[in-house]
């Protein structure tokens, strides 16, 4: 058995970044940029209004006040028409092009017109009218030639948004990587079955093809496979078109564990089996070379908790890996127990907690974490009461009452807090 940091070490080593390909902005989007960005034309395209209001000469106004021929009016999507003399004003809307020689917009709440013997005037009073008041001068957002985003930036969809107003709707990304999950074993009956006698639902399936989506990856959902040579063969051929293929159930020292010699004779190299690690020792780690970056595998124990923990240290890196994203584990805080604990055995525990009391960060006192009645790795239901889960490192037993130890947040931690 090998340490949990020397596992994702191993991993790590063996999982490259996913070659770049372009892509349209809505397949884009959470992906990794693979080039700068550079912007086609300054932006605003031309000065802009940034009010509803008149265009002036701020210097016609004395101490803001001043009557102005309205000459012309301008509203979004127009072009002005000729440029504005002195002593003159143009009525403009939010968005539209400021004529040349006005250097400012007066609100409407400053200004009264009039209209007598077919000659329209404003009256203005602005004291604090300056030269470019409520103007967006060309190019003061963005400037033709100027590198709007970098490469290695997660796309979000400001980025989007961005990207649209610099003409681009294609971009450079690295591709999604795509993850096979086969769970295995003859009791599994996908979930829309009622089981019959000896048999259980498929959980892994859908939580794993969940979990992988959060990861970045495109999850492929390959069914179910039982614990026969010939069919689990049949079935992991089809995952290791994958970048990934994670198989569930099978890898531990059963009679029809059957995974690890099957992914073998299919000449997947074993990098390693058994983590010291609780739940989640049986975890097994392969690789099959391949002209595209090696076929990464993983055979998840089939207990759903401990498929649940496996992901979140090894599998989410990898992912993370393949898709360039930078290696954000799950957060983990400092919380005090609400209750002692007992480790027995060897080897580093998850235990699934609730935690009460919102002060995680700053001078405050920790938040408060509470054991849940967890009935093991079976035990998805309690699982799903859990903010995180407790690390107890190895070599000690007795955790007292107000000690205080490390929490990896779950999604539940993450949004209800
Ligand atoms: P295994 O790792 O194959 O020995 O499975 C360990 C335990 O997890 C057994 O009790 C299985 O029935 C259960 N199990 C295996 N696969 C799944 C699955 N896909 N969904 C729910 N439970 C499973
Ligand atoms: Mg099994």
Redesign the pocket.
């Given at each position: 058995m090998i340490e949990i940091h020397q596992a994702l070490s191993m991993i790590l080593e063996r999982a490259r970044p996913r070659a770049p390909e372009r892509q349209g902005l809505d397949q884009a989007l959470g992906r990794v940029l693979a080039e700068d960005v550079i912007n086609d034309i300054d932006s605003p395209p031309y000065d802009k209004a940034l009010m509803d209001g008149y265009a002036v000469v701020a210097s016609d106004l004395r101490g803001g006040r001043g009557e102005l021929m309205v000459v012309d009016e301008v509203a979004a999507g127009d072009i002005p028409c000729e440029p504005l003399q002195s002593g003159m004003a143009t009525r403009i809307m939010t968005g539209a092009p400021v004529p040349r020689g006005a250097d400012a917009i007066v609100v409407d709440e400053c200004c009264r017109m009039d209209e007598a013997g077919g000659i329209t005037t404003v009256r203005i009073d602005d004291r604090d009218v300056r030269p470019g008041q409520h103007i967006l001068g060309r190019g003061r957002s963005v400037r033709r030639g100027e590198t709007v985003l970098q490469i290695g930036r997660r796309l979000s969809a400001i980025d989007a948004g961005l990207l649209a107003e610099v003409g681009r709707t294609q971009v450079l990304v690295h591709a999604s990587p795509r993850v096979a999950v086969l769970?295995?074993?003859t009791?599994?009956v996908p979930a829309c079955d009622v089981p019959g006698p000896g048999q259980?639902?498929?959980?892994?399936?859908p939580m794993l093809g969940a979990l992988v989506s959060s990861a970045g990856g495109q999850p492929v959902d390959l069914g179910?496979a039982r614990d026969t040579e010939s069919e689990l063969a049949r079935q992991m051929n089809r995952g290791l078109h994958e970048d990934i293929l994670i198989l569930?159930?099978?890898?531990?020292a059963?009679d029809f564990?059957l995974v690890p010699h099957v992914l073998r004779d299919l000449g997947v190299e074993q990098v390693f089996h058994g983590v010291r690690l609780k739940p989640g020792r049986?975890l097994w780690f392969g690789v099959l070379p391949h002209a595209k970056g090696s076929r990464l595998v993983f055979g998840l124990?089939?207990?759903?908790v401990s498929g649940l923990v496996c992901f979140e240290l090894f599998v989410r890196p990898a992912i993370a890996a393949l898709a360039a994203l930078p290696q954000v584990s799950r957060p983990m805080i400092a919380a005090r127990l609400s209750d002692p604990f007992r480790h027995t055995g060897d080897r580093p525990t998850y235990f699934p907690v609730r935690l009460e009391g919102d002060r995680w960060e700053g001078d405050g006192d920790p938040v408060q974490a509470r054991l849940l009645d967890w009935k093991g790795s079976?035990d998805l239901r309690t699982l799903a009461c859990a903010d995180g889960l407790a690390l107890f490192p190895a070599g000690r037993s007795e955790y007292a009452l107000d000690e205080t130890v490390q929490v990896m947040l779950l999604e539940r931690g993450l949004f209800a807090h």
């Open positions: 769970p295995t074993g009791e599994l259980i639902r498929n959980s892994n399936g179910i569930s159930g099978g890898v531990s059963g564990d049986p124990p089939g207990n759903p079976a």
